[in-house]
């Protein structure tokens, strides 16, 4: 039978209690801790503010905010929201809202190292910042890469943490052995 309680009319009628319903892997739970500080990550990298306003006067009016990097941190952070909540115990779920919600987010998590560091480029004046190097004004470059090849210690942070969103996303269609069920 539908319930009327239930906005996607799921029928769970023919359900017994715990039938249909898989418990969350670790994976999945872990992203509570993740999900957090890649927020705080993107808030850092891009100074997202703690309100974000959408432009909805027409279909076209967000051309300009979905390009600009600063906007693509704020609605993955929204993103990031809803996999805190669903990675959070006892809030149940389906496998299929899990998959949406990391498949999302994948090309802000992918982009965002990118973002940061062409943004960081940018707003550094070049002349001030060899200048300090050249006098030794400058003491926090010991966590910076020396060479052209090494990775930035906070990109690689991020990577880890995006790793975990797949992790979890694997771990979800393992448990449910590849069909849509409730997760708790």
Known sequence: MNHPSRPDGYDDSDDAE??????????LLALHDVTTELFGLLRAWFDVPSAVALDLA???SAVDELGDPQMVAAMAMRKLQALHL?????VRTATDVVVAIINDLERAMVQAPNMWLKRQAAATDWDEAFAAMSDGLTDDLDEAPVEADEVD???????????ALHEAMFAVVEVSDGEICELE
Do not use: I, S, Y
């Open 18 to 27: 715990g039938d249909g319903v898989v418990a969350k892997p670790d994976e």
């Open 58 to 60: 027409e279909v076209d």
């Open 86 to 90: 669903l990675a959070t115990p006892g």
């Open 153 to 163: 210690p906070e990109v690689l942070r991020f990577r880890l943490l995006h790793a």
